[in-house]
């Protein structure tokens, strides 16, 4: 497998993606239309945490991350590592080295739909990490890949810096172009459940505030008494 190495790739603005880290990640997925959501399998390893940054994306072969080391070097302030191989692996291509020479570099977290180690020494450290598995299994660095090409994790196209936000809900990757008008709907979304949730502490029901009770009459949904429920069953 050969490869490339792409530097000074186009990237997010860094004001509007910090922004971005205002919202959660279900939120900003339905603002950009129910797009954009990696796989539940991407987990984080702590909780409570939320980072959005800019993505530096690398392509590697299955249990090999020699190509991690080499986007180490592209990597700075406000990035996002994000990490994929060419076939389906789950060993621990990163750990707590790997995070300690990026958190010196100011990069806010680590993506990968492999395996991570190291989780005890990430949380304590405070670098976010979110991985598909977590796993003890060491690699080599024995074959090519790539550095800031776009890659695919989950049926979603990553390419270098796209914006990348993550939280406990999972991962959430917004094109670069659409990072501001994403951060523009994701505010008036909240602004709008923070209505419907000043309804709902008021008593007010969501089949109400959604009209919702005609939905129920359309599917043929309708209501009985426990007697009439009874008495009708055989």
């Known amino acids: 497998m050969s490869g490339v190495i792409v530097t000074g790739p186009p990237k997010a ?5 910090d922004a971005l880290a ?3 990640v279900a939120t900003v997925s339905e603002a950009m239309g129910r797009t954009g ?10 909780q409570g945490v939320r980072v959005a940054g800019t993505a530096v994306t690398v392509l ?37 080295l790997f995070a300690t020479a990026l958190h010196q570099r100011g990069v806010r977290g680590v993506v990968l739909s492999t395996g ?19 796993s003890s299994q060491g690699t080599v660095k024995a074959t090519g890949g790539s550095v800031n090409v776009p890659i695919a994790i989950d049926g979603q196209v990553i390419r270098p810096g796209d914006a990348i936000l993550a939280d406990d809900d999972g991962v959430v990757v917004v094109p670069r172009e659409r990072v501001r008008e994403t951060v523009e709907k994701s505010g008036a979304r ?4 923070a209505a419907t949730r000043a309804a709902f502490l008021d008593g007010q029901l969501g089949l109400d505030r959604y009209g919702l009770r005609g939905k129920l009459k359309e599917l043929g949904v309708e209501y009985r008494t426990y007697e009439e429920y009874e008495g009708e069953r055989p």
């Open 37 to 46: 959501l990696l796989g539940p399998g991407i987990r984080p390893v702590q």
């Open 22 to 24: 205002g919202h959660g």
């Open 116 to 134: 991570v180690r190291d989780t005890q020494e990430l949380r304590d450290m405070g670098f976010a990490a979110w991985s598909r598995a977590v």
């Open 13 to 17: 603005d860094l004001k509007d993606v």
């Open 190 to 193: 909240e602004a709008k459940e």
């Open 60 to 96: 590697s072969w299955p249990g090999d991350n020699l190509m991690i080391h080499a986007a180490v070097e592209q990597c700075g302030e406000g990035d996002i590592l994000v990490v994929t191989t060419t076939s389906p692996c789950t060993d621990g291509l990163f750990g707590e």
